[in-house]
Nanobody
Framework: QVQLVESGGGLVQAGGSLRLSCAAS??????????MGWFRQAPGKEREFVGT????????YYADSVKGRFTISRDNAKNTVYLQMSSLKPEDTAVYYC??????????????????WGQGTQVTVSS
């Protein structure tokens, strides 16, 4: 079973930057064989799709709320996916989760098809 562990969360001022990492481990599918996604959930709100990256890293897609500010990348040699967040806003405050998809690409841009989930890391943006 694939295990995902996020790191890099914390407290940052509005306008600042933060980079989250998500390391995959465990037996099962090779990390480079599936797409990865990032999601977030703020208190009292539903889980929200943030973005996704294809198996090779050659294709990415972002939610409108983060487009132009967030960048997803992956290093398949290190079994790690990253979420670089810039120009952070208080409304970006949430628990951020990485997730592994059942396919090489995520073409639905929502939680459908994601089968592996991390425990989440808290990101708090102060105004």
């Amino acid at each position: 079973q694939v295990q995902l562990v996020e790191s890099g969360g914390g407290l940052v001022q509005a306008g600042g930057s933060l980079r989250l990492s998500c390391a995959a481990s465990g037996p099962g599918r090779t990390f480079s064989s599936y797409a990865m996604g990032w999601f977030r959930q703020a208190p009292g709100k539903e889980r929200e799709f943030v973005g996704t990256i294809s198996w090779s890293g050659g294709s990415t897609y972002y939610a409108d709320s983060v487009k132009g500010r967030f960048t997803i990348s992956r290093d398949n040699a290190k079994n790690t996916v990253y979420l670089q967040m810039s120009s952070l806003k208080p409304e970006d405050t949430a628990v951020y989760y990485c997730s592994g998809h059942r396919s090489r690409y995520d073409s639905t841009w929502n939680a459908d098809g994601y089968v592996y989930w991390g425990q989440g890391t808290q990101v708090t943006v102060s105004s």
